[in-house]
């Protein structure tokens, strides 16, 4: 046999390897999921991301043939979950739950990656920070609390879901529009903060309804203020900043994403389960009970609010000056 022929051999072989090779890749990618779909929480379980998430995994049995099971990676305000999923291989098989901290890190010097390094599934959720207070703190009244971070501002111990993090920011633009001040306290995710102030040991916290709905509900603890454009279902009762003079609407968004090289055809599939379980009735009605702000958009839409917010939390923390 001549070497023309065993370069031609070669050559088909290859070819048909590669031929082969791309055959099973889009097989693979055709019966998307064959196996247990990961859901990875970039904060401790309790607080409203992770409730949001189990509730999706739940709802989503309907739709997918294996089943999503929720991973919990806290640590640095959300980066190293984050940072587990964009350098997880892109085939759909883990996922993260986005929130507004994917845009703040960055900005912070706390985090490499940007919003780009993701694709965007859909968004699930919006929700704004609220100002909550134990049920037997002396204020009553959101200026009542304010005049004692004024007056003391080492005193008043604001809770957040870490440095960079949205209820972090929230908590700092309430300073900025006020004049009061704040020893602000991180921890890894909101429930950790919301039991530290159930335990007496900050003084209040900056997340969001959701995260403090149960302990309200029971007379633990009481809200003040919401940070929103108008009240929120549930607590008719409690004012928003607006309403008391203070110009400030903040708060967070969660969503799924999967790494920027996921292909295509897994993309149109994710979008695809995560439309039919977004519009199941038990969806809704969980996210209702656990005090969640429905909202959904797909994958194009999610993605124009990632890049305005982008924008948006670039300008804040560099005028608020924020440090981490």
Same mark, same amino acid.
């Given at each position: 046999?001549?070497?023309?022929?065993?370069?031609g051999?070669a050559?088909?072989?290859?070819?048909?390897?590669?031929?082969?090779?791309?055959?099973?890749?889009?097989a693979?990618?055709?019966?998307?999921p064959?196996?247990?779909?990961?859901?990875?929480?970039?904060?401790?379980?309790?607080?409203?991301?992770?409730?949001?998430a189990?509730?999706?995994?739940?709802?989503?049995?309907?739709?997918?043939? =294996?089943?999503?099971?929720?991973i919990?990676?806290?640590?640095? +305000? %959300?980066? $190293?979950g984050?940072?587990? !999923?964009i350098? @997880?291989?892109?085939?759909?098989?883990k996922?993260?739950?986005?929130?507004?901290?994917?845009?703040?890190l960055?900005?912070l010097?706390?985090a490499?990656?940007?919003?780009?390094?993701?694709?965007?599934?859909?968004?699930?959720?919006?929700?704004?920070?609220?100002?909550t207070v134990?049920?037997?703190?002396?204020?009553?009244?959101?200026?009542?609390?304010l005049?004692?971070a004024?007056?003391?501002?080492?005193?008043?111990?604001?809770?957040?879901?870490?440095?960079?993090?949205i209820w972090?920011?929230?908590?700092?633009?309430?300073?900025?529009?006020?004049?009061?001040?704040f020893?602000?306290?991180?921890? =890894?995710?909101?429930?950790?903060?919301?039991?530290?102030?159930? +335990? %007496?040991? $900050?003084?209040a916290?900056? !997340?969001?309804? @959701?995260?403090?709905?149960?302990?309200v509900?029971?007379?633990?603890?009481?809200?003040l203020?919401?940070?929103?454009d108008?009240?929120?279902?549930?607590?008719?009762?409690?004012?928003?900043?607006?309403?008391?003079?203070?110009?400030?609407?903040?708060?967070?968004?969660?969503?799924?994403?999967?790494?920027?090289?996921?292909?295509?055809e897994?993309?149109?599939?994710?979008?695809?389960?995560?439309?039919?379980?977004?519009?199941e009735?038990?969806?809704?009605?969980?996210?209702?009970?656990?005090?969640?702000?429905?909202?959904?958009?797909?994958?194009?839409?999610?993605?124009?609010?990632?890049?305005r917010?982008?924008?948006?939390?670039?300008?804040?923390i560099?005028?608020?000056?924020i440090?981490?």
């Amino acid at each position: 046999m001549n070497t023309g022929t065993l370069r031609g051999l070669a050559a088909f072989t290859a070819a048909a390897a590669l031929s082969l090779g791309l055959a099973a890749g889009a097989a693979a990618q055709s019966d998307f999921p064959n196996h247990t779909v990961e859901l990875l929480v970039p904060y401790q379980p309790g607080g409203g991301t992770d409730g949001l998430a189990r509730t999706f995994a739940d709802a989503s049995r309907k739709h997918m043939s =294996q089943s999503m099971v929720i991973i919990n990676r806290p640590g640095a +305000g %959300g980066a $190293i979950g984050w940072t587990e !999923v964009i350098n @997880a291989k892109p085939d759909g098989y883990k996922l993260a739950v986005l929130t507004v901290e994917l845009l703040t890190l960055p900005h912070l010097g706390l985090a490499k990656f940007n919003y780009d390094d993701f694709q965007p599934i859909a968004q699930l959720n919006a929700d704004p920070a609220a100002i909550t207070v134990k049920a037997d703190a002396p204020w009553n009244t959101v200026e009542e609390f304010l005049a004692a971070a004024k007056k003391d501002p080492e005193g008043v111990r604001m809770g957040n879901s870490g440095n960079g993090s949205i209820w972090h920011l929230a908590a700092a633009a309430l300073e900025d529009k006020t004049g009061a001040k704040f020893n602000h306290i991180p921890f =890894q995710g909101a429930a950790p903060a919301v039991l530290a102030l159930l +335990g %007496g040991h $900050i003084e209040a916290v900056a !997340v969001s309804p @959701a995260e403090v709905t149960t302990h309200v509900q029971s007379g633990k603890l009481k809200m003040l203020m919401v940070m929103a454009d108008q009240r929120v279902k549930s607590f008719e009762k409690v004012p928003t900043a607006k309403e008391r003079g203070i110009d400030l609407s903040i708060g967070t968004w969660r969503g799924l994403g999967a790494p920027k090289n996921t292909p295509p055809e897994v993309m149109a599939k994710l979008r695809e389960i995560t439309a039919k379980t977004a519009a199941e009735p038990m969806m809704r009605e969980a996210m209702e009970k656990q005090n969640l702000g429905y909202v959904y958009t797909d994958g194009a839409a999610f993605q124009q609010t990632l890049a305005r917010d982008n924008a948006y939390y670039k300008s804040l923390i560099a005028k608020l000056n924020i440090k981490p």
